[in-house]
């Protein structure tokens, strides 16, 4: 049986369109943005996209934060972006090996529009039952001041 083998970029199955930045200067922190924009409401398939580039986006980069920009990102409704809420696989691991060490937490933040701040706020409130004000802002600088100041003086 001969195997038939088809091409396919990543992105093939979504709307959504990612850029990557590293906030600079920075003094040893190394902050990475990630931008998603979308020009229609975003799906399970492409919040699964947006996670496994944050996977390969900090293995890459090894950021010390990670800020999501989603102020072109159509989201109104779904629990599925609690994914990238919660721990990165590297963070999942630090537990697991050294558990009395693990400490690497990596803070996330996001920039929010009024194209997804509904939904994210009503995510954080309804689903996640956490402080929105704690992890969605209006700006970069915002969003940034946080990450920084979680990385300065961790609880």
Not at 61 to 82: K, V
Not at 95 to 103: D, I, N, R, T
Not at 118 to 125: A, H
Request: with cysteine; net charge negative; hydrophobic share 40%.
């Amino acid at each position: 049986m001969k195997l038939e083998f088809t091409e396919f970029a990543l992105d093939h199955r979504t709307t959504v369109r990612t850029k990557f930045y590293i906030a600079r200067p920075c003094e040893i922190e190394k902050i990475l943005v990630i931008e998603f924009a979308s020009p229609v409401e975003i799906l399970r398939i492409d919040i699964s996209y947006m996670l496994g580039l944050t996977f390969a986006a900090n293995e890459i980069f090894l950021p010390s934060g990670i800020i999501y920009d989603c102020r072109q990102l159509r989201y109104t409704w779904g629990d599925t972006m609690t994914t990238l809420f919660s721990p990165l696989p590297t963070e999942r691991t630090s537990e697991l090996l050294a558990p009395a060490f693990s400490k690497h937490v990596i803070p996330k933040a996001f920039v929010v529009s009024e194209l997804c701040r509904p939904g994210l706020t009503n995510l954080c409130t309804a689903e996640m039952q956490i402080d929105p004000t704690k992890f969605l802002f209006d700006t970069l600088d915002h969003a940034s001041a946080n990450i920084l100041q979680q990385l300065r003086s961790p609880e």
